[in-house]
């Protein structure tokens, strides 16, 4: 009701509001595909990478790909395999959508199979980079441009820099030491419950 009232009025006004950056859709993506890496399919860890809005495959994909899991019983391993229960056209549409669902996760599956930490920082980092999620930070920022809510707009871009700052900071502690991906996961999901995002006041012009 007062930003409504703000608005009838032309009175610029900004209310200030935070979350932990683990909350930022992008965060639950990459958190969810290092927990999905270590081969710990969790229901919630799929959902949060399918819908994250990041992952290489639409939404309506990610619906239809985990209302087929629920109902086909898709569980653990099997989600590395290609599909055959269910009726042939089905699993013929779904299939190419279950590889480009995996390939990300299975890439840094392989790249942190027995990697030294920094080997394994990399290919957390190159798992940013396979599902383009820069790219689309970029696009999200111009949609909120676009529709006025400049406040928003720059969201991504901290959530970015606070995964990267993490990411520097464990390849500064761990760099020639062991470090497995769970353990990754852990230090990921502390760092990035700890860190801070907010709307930034932004003027008209700026």
Known sequence: ALTRAFQLYGVPRFLPQSRAA????????LLAGIRLASQRFLPE??????????????DDEADLLLNYA????????????????????VVAALEPV?????????ALQRKARNAPAERLLEAAFGFLEEIGAREALEAQQKALEDMGRREWAMEG??????????LDQAHELFSGEPLTIRALYDL???ALGAAEIKALPQSGDA
């Open 188 to 190: 990921l999901r502390r």
């Open 45 to 58: 860890d799929l959902s949060d990478y399918a819908r994250s809005g990041f992952a290489p495959i639409t």
């Open 98 to 106: 279950r590889q480009r669902f995996m390939g990300p996760v299975e």
């Open 70 to 89: 629920q109902e086909a019983g898709l569980k653990g391993r099997a989600w590395l395999r290609p599909l055959t229960r269910g009726e042939p056209e």
């Open 157 to 166: 871009a901290q959530v970015w820099n606070r995964i990267i700052q993490a």
């Open 22 to 29: 683990d909350r930022h859709p992008l965060a639950r993506c």
